[in-house]
């Protein structure tokens, strides 16, 4: 059984900075490339960060500079690393990937607000 796990939304100002985890199994983590998702109230989810098998990464413009995607295979963990977090960052983020069908975790709330 596929699951993703997504854990570390919270709560935090301007400025700040919040790692997102997102534990994978059922699935050969090695082989699959994880993506990131965010889908803020009102709005289409959007891919914030990417990263391959071969640890290639791709980010939205909206995140150059601010966001690091990583991967622990070891751990069947991906991370998004968000620092210098803005109000337009407040969204659901979600972890996903492609294995027999795309595959969605749960999603974990990020809401950045003084």
């Known amino acids: 059984q596929v699951q993703l796990v997504e854990s570390g939304g919270a709560l935090v100002q301007p400025g700040g900075s919040l790692r997102l985890s997102c534990a994978a199994s059922g699935i050969i983590f090695s082989l699959c490339d994880m993506d990131w998702y965010r889908q803020a109230p009102g709005k289409q989810r959007e891919l914030v960060a990417a990263i391959t098998t071969a640890y290639k990464t791709h980010y939205a413009d909206s995140v150059k500079g601010r966001f690091t995607i990583s991967r622990d295979n070891a751990q069947n963990t991906v991370y998004l690393q968000m620092n210098s977090l803005k109000p337009e960052d407040t969204a659901v983020y979600y972890c996903?990937?492609?294995?027999?069908?795309?595959?969605w975790g749960q999603g974990t709330q990020v809401t950045v607000s003084s």
């Open positions: 996903s990937t492609t294995w027999d069908t795309t595959r």
